[in-house]
Each structure stands twice: as C-alpha cells, then as structure tokens.
C-alpha cells in the first residue's frame, strides 16, 4: 500500500508518499481499499499540529473515506469482505489502503458512489445535529447560513430547505452566492460587498423584514460573530460550529439577554461517541434523504490521490465550493 505519511507535523510540505506494509486487521477493525477520501479543514489544521486531537507520530491524515472492506478482524460482524463502506475516522484516509474501526464505518447501500459517500458524513451529520437536533429547526422559520458554499454550508443550505426552513445563505463572492441559490437558497448576501463592518447587519435586517434569523448556522467566526448575533431574531439559536476565518470570537454576554437568544455550540465527534444509538438514528435518516434526492454533496472537483499538496494548496485558496475529493 501506499500513504502520505506525516512523520513532523510542522505543516503540508512535510507529508510524504511513502510505500508502507499493508496492515492486518485487529479486533473490531476492518482493512479498506480506499477509492475516494475527501478534505476538510480539519485535515489541514491536524497537519500543523493545530488541531484538538493531536495522533502519535507517524500518522496518516485523511479524516473522511469511502471504499471496499477487504478484511475483517475478529468480532466483526455487520460487515463483510466486498462490502461498500464510508468512514471518519480521523486519520488514515490519504492513502490506498487503511484499518479502520468497524464502528465507525458505515455501510452503503446500492447505488451510492464512493465520491459522495467521502463527502458525506461529516457535513450532513454535522449540520443535522446542528439544525434539528441543537436548534430544534421548524418549518417556516428563517436560517442564516454563513460560509454557504463550502462542505458545511451546502449541507446546512440543503437540510434547512429539506425542514421547510427558508434559507439565506451568505458567501464571499457572486459566484458562491449563485452556488447557493442552485441548491435551494431563498436570498443570498455576498459578504465581500456587505461586509461585517460596513452593511452586513443592514442587508440582513432588510433581507428578514426586521426581524432578523431565527438560527444562524456559524462554520466561519471571526468578525462575523458579533454583527450577526446583534442580527438574531426573539429566542434566536445561534450555532457555533467553527472558526474557519481562524480568529475565536468574543461575544458581549448581554446581547443574549437582550434577544432571549441561545448560543448553542455544535459538536458532532462527542456527540457521536456519547449517545451511539442517536447517531447511528440521524446516519439512516440522512441516508434515506440522500437516497430521494433531497441531499447530495456538492462536488467542487476530484484529484488523484497523489495530488494530495496540490488539493490542500487549493483548499487553502478558499476557492473551493462544496467538497473537494481526492481518488485512487
């Protein structure tokens, strides 16, 4: 088999692809020939050592996967050899092969190419738990989306439109905010014209007839923060889910009072580990919604496996709308 293997984690022009030995599955593991791995902007931040969970040295990045289980390991039961799975994992998915945790894989029915099953699991489960389970999102409420066009973005645009939410979905270029529109946004607000401190809270006020959002649905932070939130409708859900402009936001505790608004934060991974058995619920669910049409990832583009620092110089550029995938 073949990886990128991350040896120092002192950025991406340290990964390597190196021929490795093809490893046996343990108990509960399972062996995976991957054919599709997607990137999310936790694969480029554990790389620089800048992520939450930091893996002992050497690792392989790749948290997303999908491909074809070639070996169980003993006590292994719900799946079998030939099997189609997708994965999160972590690590281990920039490569040709890789174990993973039976527990973690989910197994894909008919008809679900491995390209949007590496794109999947990470941006519908995170904005599900986000907007209906964090949020409690009924129909007919109003939903800022921010950072629309990336993975999350069109996820939350996409499940938002699915609840009979109506959706505006802001974004940093015309392009993106016609992306967004595409897959089912109602309005749309290019944040390179409205900018944070110069319109974004007029354009909102104007766009929600003075009432503001009733969710936020926030993957960006930084000084997007602090003006959306003064934006936030009566008993708002304002959800945090990332900080992908990179600064942490503060925000002034009495604009919640003022609002009756929540702060909710969003945080899948734990929520996954601590109640399986709703997990795995939400998992069928986004499954049956993926098998009628109502939710498919939205695919910038796909580059072989081998091209791995190029799709993170790509990703880098913030050019990317949807999910980029990397293919064996």
């Known amino acids: 088999m073949h990886a990128w293997l991350c040896e120092n984690p002192v950025g991406v022009e340290a990964l390597q692809w190196k ?7 343990g108990p509960g593991e399972v062996l995976i020939a991957i054919e599709a791995a997607s990137l999310n902007f936790p694969d480029l931040l554990i790389v620089q050592n800048k992520y939450q ?5 050497p690792f392989v990045p790749g948290s997303e996967y999908a491909g074809t289980v070639q070996a169980v390991g003993e006590g292994v039961k719900h799946l079998r050899v030939g099997q189609k799975v997708a994965c999160l994992s972590g690590t281990g ?17 008919e008809g679900f190419p491995a390209v949007d099953a590496a794109a999947f699991i990470m941006i519908y489960a995170t904005s599900w738990h986000a907007l209906m389970d964090r949020a409690a999102l009924k129909a007919g409420e109003t939903v800022l989306v921010l950072g629309a066009a990336g993975g999350v973005g069109t996820a939350a645009i996409q499940l938002a439109k699915a609840a009979g939410a109506r959706v505006i979905a802001a974004a940093s270029s015309d392009d993106k905010c016609a992306l967004c529109r595409e897959i089912g946004a109602d309005e749309t607000i290019n944040y390179s014209v409205h900018t944070p401190d110069g319109g974004l809270r007029d354009e909102i006020k104007r766009l929600t007839g003075g009432k503001g959002p009733d969710v936020v649905y926030d993957p960006v932070g930084g000084a997007f923060a602090e003006p959306v939130f003064r934006s936030i409708a009566w008993r708002g859900r304002y959800l945090v889910v990332g900080f ?29 580990k601590r109640e399986p058995q709703a997990n795995a619920a939400m998992m069928q669910t986004l499954a049956g ?27 880098g550029s913030r050019s990317v709308k949807g999910k980029l995938v990397l293919v064996n």
């Open 19 to 25: 021929e490795l030995p093809t490893p046996t599955p």
């Open 53 to 57: 969970m930091k893996p002992a040295l």
């Open 93 to 109: 998915g920039f490569g040709t092969h890789t174990l993973a945790p039976a527990a973690l894989c989910m197994p894909l029915p």
């Open 244 to 272: 992908a402009s990179g600064p942490i936001p503060s925000l002034p505790l009495n604009l919640a009072l003022l609002k009756g608004a929540s702060i909710v934060g969003v945080f899948w991974g734990d929520f996954a």
């Open 289 to 315: 919604l993926y098998g009628t049409g109502k939710i498919k990832p939205m695919i910038d583009r796909t580059l072989p496996m081998k091209e791995l620092v190029q799709a993170y110089a790509v990703m």
